[in-house]
């Protein structure tokens, strides 16, 4: 674990790129998951298989490709939550079974086990440096006589060659004392994640029981709220059908509102009303009895009308967020509401399908991974170009555009501005987005930032 721990963290510190999305953030990923996978196979006998599945694998490919996002998409924030679903997706690819824990748990065991790793990590050390065959003494010989011969030959050969030269430059960053610092935080915590996800292999906890949970022997304290609610649901729904047919006129005359205040004053309610039901199902899937043949049909009957009943409230809810986006315009929040509302609308989905079988253990590892699948379909579908192209649209129709909503975007929305908004607008907003731009080096590379700075500005004249 030390070797393996010791490299992943050297070879991220040398190539993350902290701030700013990059190409170097999938290496890092690429060297975690080979001092992890290299690792625990070498602690184990020869020929004894390990924990890792093609579950495993899966959950480890969706790891890389949030990751991955860096390498071609600018957005800051959409890369901030790519990042954090890398770090729960890369604790699923760890843990493999569920274990007895909650789902809580593993979705970041690897970091939890990070912090319990540390004194394991040290012990090791302690070991280590204790043997009297003198390894550790050998390799710190090893270490300092290469890092030596670097630090002689490099200067000389970059000082005979210019061509040489500009590669060391381009390769070795400057040494400075924030650079240092960067580096040691970053080493700090790959190194870390490398302990704990080994500390996790090394001593697992027990994986979850097959055996049912726990479940109430009575149905009835089930039935009758659940009676309730889905009675209650189809009046709405009738409700929003006599809505859907009486058009825009019926709603300012039963509301008193225009079509966006009225969207607007429903959105979250519907939102809320969305999770409250996702959580009461998930209750209903885990105590209420199914022991008895009418205890699973109770159930399927109950839990799958509430469910597409659901599914029409999330229907509405997306309807009325996007009568309200034409009206004052779409920004990333918005949209990013509007993809969660979606994931929920796949969660009931999913909860249909268990309730074919009456088997829910998947469903929770289902709709996590539904959730880092929608992410990428998010950065593929490039969020905020869609969000200019959109507001362009509003503007070629006659409705006020918020120039100065779209200068504050990452260069992913410079194709489209160059292509849509006319001068000298366009100049204004392409400045202000490639305002502070410092070129890459390696590691930080960016297919949208490096394509940004290819595109030709006009005359600023009129950017005041």
Known sequence: MLPAAGLAGVA??????????????????????????????RAREAGQPGPFTWVSGGWAFLTLALLAVGAVRASGWLFVLCVLG?????????????????????????????????????????RFAARRDGVARRIALAVLAAAALVAVFV?????????????????????????????????????????????????????????????????????????????????????RLVVLFGGTGYVLRTSGLTSAEYARSGFWQLCAVTVLTLAIVA???????????????????????????????????????????????????????????????????????????????????????????ALLVLAVLDPERLIADANLDRAAAGKPLDHRYLAGFSTDVVPVVSARLPEPLRTCVLRQVLDGDTPDGWPAWNASRSAARDVTLGSPAGCG
């Open 155 to 239: 200067p000389l050969l970059a000082s005979a060659d210019a061509a040489f030269a500009a590669v060391v430059n381009a390769m070795v960053p400057d040494l400075s004392v924030d650079v240092l610092v960067r580096w040691c935080c970053v080493f700090a915590v790959v190194a870390s994640l490398v302990a704990g996800a080994c500390y996790f292999l090394a001593a697992p906890p027990e994986t979850a029981p097959v055996n049912r949970p726990y479940r109430t022997k009575y149905g009835l304290e089930w039935t009758v709220p659940l009676v309730v609610l889905v009675l209650l649901f189809s009046v709405f729904v009738g409700v």
């Open 86 to 126: 890398a770090v729960v997706t890369g604790s699923m690819a760890v843990v493999g079974k569920r274990t007895v824990n909650s789902v809580l748990y593993d979705m970041l065991a690897v970091p939890l086990e990070a912090l319990r790793a540390i004194p394991w990590a040290g012990r090791g050390v302690g």
């Open 283 to 373: 209750a209903a899937l885990r105590w209420a009895p199914n022991v008895t043949k009418a205890d699973r049909l109770r159930q399927r009957v109950l839990l799958g009308a509430l469910s597409v009943l659901s599914l029409v409230l999330v229907g509405s809810a997306l309807s009325r967020m996007w009568t309200y986006q034409e009206a004052y315009g779409f920004t990333v929040l918005r949209l990013l509401v509007e993809v969660c509302e979606l994931w929920f609308g796949a969660v009931f989905v999913l909860v249909c399908a268990s309730l074919v079988r009456l088997r829910s253990a998947w469903l929770p590892r289902a709709a996590i991974g539904t959730a880092a699948a």
């Open 12 to 41: 991220a510190a040398l190539v993350v790129p902290v701030d700013r999305p990059g190409v170097g953030w999938l290496l890092a990923g690429v060297g975690v998951a080979v001092a992890v996978f290299v690792a625990d196979r």
